[in-house]
């Protein structure tokens, strides 16, 4: 009940330009007032791989489908406070014609009636960035009467290769924790991007709390290349109490690190190092719980343990999510030791 009547809160405040009137939202129905997203977003570009990227939260529903757009080749963009998402395609179209960041900012903005409702943040393939605020999203964080948003902060940090934004923040330490994390981060972007909105969250994040969160990388594919998606991470979580900790699972999962860590675990039973094998595929599977192929494998390290009654336990959960896995234990040589209990015979139809 809470949410709904700050929802209701947000389409009041929202729906009336300082002006007195309506102003056109610019998303999925234009009648609708302007749904307003408290958002904090990075964009950015990698000229090692290529790779476009945005990564955003919002205590808004579904802000990983409005927020993000990005071409791989092309650019990137975050469309927020009253997001407009003609905005992605737009800005694609406009840098396809050599317009640089800035020119795609000034060229939608001056077009857009609505331009004082809305954040926007463009980035191209070489790397430049710009970005717009609009006067209303500044004004409304020292609006009295719009208790919403009352002292929040709006504004943005760009540097080389990305650019942080946001509004309704806690603070400008909002933005300034992203943009350190990005820049001193490693591993893949995504991880870096993940990394900044983590650290903007750290510093207070969005003032109202926490819901969404997206993330969305993309990479140029070779030509001649075998490789079929350019899409190399797309996820987003729409609702949540803590959206970064179930984003931060599937990203895992997009990395293939319940593989990798199946693979260690393999290798440690191999040499003999069961305890540590074991704990390594239950890292796994707390990535990834619902894997029927983590549930048979870890029976296949408890079996390799000699501990037969877990290495069941794990087992059956395994066949319970995938039922033909019973015909492959059959005949497993790992569960060899185990052929002659009465519960492993149940379990896998033998005699």
Request: hydrophobic share 40%; no cysteine.
């Amino acid at each position: 009940m809470k949410r709904l009547l700050v929802s209701m809160s947000l389409v009041l405040v929202a729906a009336v330009h300082p002006s007195g009137q309506t102003v056109n939202s610019g998303v999925d129905d234009p009648s609708q007032p302007p749904r307003w997203f408290a958002t904090f977003s990075i964009i950015a570009f990698d000229p090692a791989t290529s790779d476009l990227g945005v990564a955003v939260q919002s205590h808004a529903f579904t802000a990983g489908a409005a927020v993000p757009w990005a071409v791989p080749g092309v650019g990137a963009v975050a469309t927020q406070a009253a997001a407009n998402r003609l905005y992605g395609p737009k800005a694609m179209e406009l840098l396809k014609q050599g317009l640089t960041p800035a020119e795609v900012v000034k060229r939608l903005t001056d077009e857009d009636p609505g331009r004082d409702t809305r954040q926007l943040a463009v980035i191209d393939a070489k790397g430049r960035s710009a970005v717009y605020t609009g006067k209303h999203v500044i004004d409304r964080n020292s609006d009295t009467a719009d208790f919403i948003h009352l002292g929040g902060y709006a504004g943005h940090i760009t540097r080389p290769n990305f650019s942080v934004q946001g509004n309704t923040l806690a603070s400008e330490d909002v933005l300034k924790n992203m943009a350190r994390a990005y820049e001193e981060g490693k591993g893949t972007m995504a991880e870096r991007l993940m990394d900044a909105l983590d650290a903007g969250q750290a510093a207070g994040g969005d003032t109202r709390g926490m819901q969404s969160a997206g993330l969305l990388v993309v990479r140029p594919v070779p030509p001649g290349s075998s490789v079929v998606v350019d899409r190399i991470v797309d996820l987003r979580v729409d609702d949540a109490v803590d959206p970064f900790k179930e984003l931060r699972r599937l990203l895992n999962i997009n990395l293939g690190t319940p593989r990798k860590l199946t693979d260690q675990a393999v290798a440690l039973a191999e040499a003999g190092k069961y305890d540590e094998a074991i704990a390594r595929q239950k890292e796994a599977l707390e990535i990834q719980p619902n894997s029927d192929t983590l549930h048979y494998s870890l029976a296949q390290r408890y079996s390799q343990a000699g501990r037969p009654l877990q290495a069941l336990v794990a087992l059956r959960e395994a066949i319970r999510l995938h039922p033909n896995l019973a015909r492959q234990a059959a005949v497993d040589p790992l569960f060899a030791k185990m052929r002659d209990l009465a519960e492993f015979k149940r379990l896998v139809h033998l005699g």
